[in-house]
């Protein structure tokens, strides 16, 4: 369409100028043959505009059917991406199913398992091979509490039977947990007022040497052969100091 345009342009502009041509022959006295001469060098300038014009359109153009080419070429790669995406994602969805499926058969085999060591009355355990339980039977988990109740009960016997003063408290702080019945007749606290306390707050250690004894149980991981301040006299509730009759008679 616009080469078509361009060449009636043309085709009007050459009429036009013949025309005007044949009328200066015909009208040489004329005094506006100055004005048509200068309406014929325009009418040849804007030939000369419409010729770069299309010139510049032409060029354009050829750009555009290039990227064209480059944008179908663009496509077609997408699409080939596309297919690939598509196969992978197949066997991704074939190996999601095949996991599924073993997924199933060890739930069912666990649970078989399960339902095998929960049903027996023998006291097994079940080890890994670094020897850490794995799981155990209902009845090993029976046998195991009733040890340990038996472990408690003897500790505990021990513990509070004891003639000697025996106390159990945090490392860090100090803080009692329990007290046996030699410690509360020599303090002279009750067990009521001592849990929750720290030895160095009732005035039963001194600060200084807790903490010496607390670095060496860093270090060497126990403490031995250590006597307690004031070689067996212990501060009691009163402010005044009892001697333990058990370190006596050691």
Do not use: C
Not at 126 to 142: E, M, W
């Amino acid at each position: 369409m616009k080469w078509r345009t361009t060449a009636l342009v043309k085709r009007a502009i050459y009429y036009t100028i013949s025309n005007l041509m044949s009328f200066q022959q015909l009208s040489k006295v004329s005094p506006e043959f100055n004005e048509l001469s200068s309406t014929k060098d325009e009418l040849q300038n804007t030939i000369e505009e419409l010729e770069s014009s299309n010139e510049e359109l032409k060029a354009s153009n050829e750009e555009i059917m290039s990227m064209n080419e480059e944008l179908q070429s663009s496509n077609e790669e997408l699409e080939t991406s596309k297919e690939k995406l598509q196969s992978l994602n197949e066997e991704l969805n074939t190996v999601n199913n095949e996991l599924q499926d073993k997924i199933r058969i060890l739930e069912a085999t666990n649970n078989d398992i399960t339902n095998l060591v929960s049903s027996t009355n023998i006291a097994a355990i079940f080890l890994d091979t670094q020897f850490f339980i794995k799981f155990y039977t209902p009845s090993a988990k029976k046998r195991f509490e009733t040890i340990l109740q038996k472990s408690e009960e003897k500790f505990s016997t021990i513990f509070h039977s004891n003639p000697i003063v025996m106390a159990i408290s945090t490392l860090e702080g100090g803080v009692f947990l329990d007290v046996n019945n030699s410690f509360q007749e020599i303090t002279e606290f009750s067990k009521e007022e001592v849990i929750g306390k720290s030895s160095v707050e009732l005035g039963l250690w001194d600060w200084v040497t807790r903490r010496k004894y607390i670095a060496e149980v860093q270090q060497q991981g126990f403490l031995k052969n250590k006597e307690q301040p004031d070689h067996g006299h212990y501060q009691t509730k009163t402010n005044t100091s009892r001697f333990d009759e058990s370190k006596k008679a050691g």
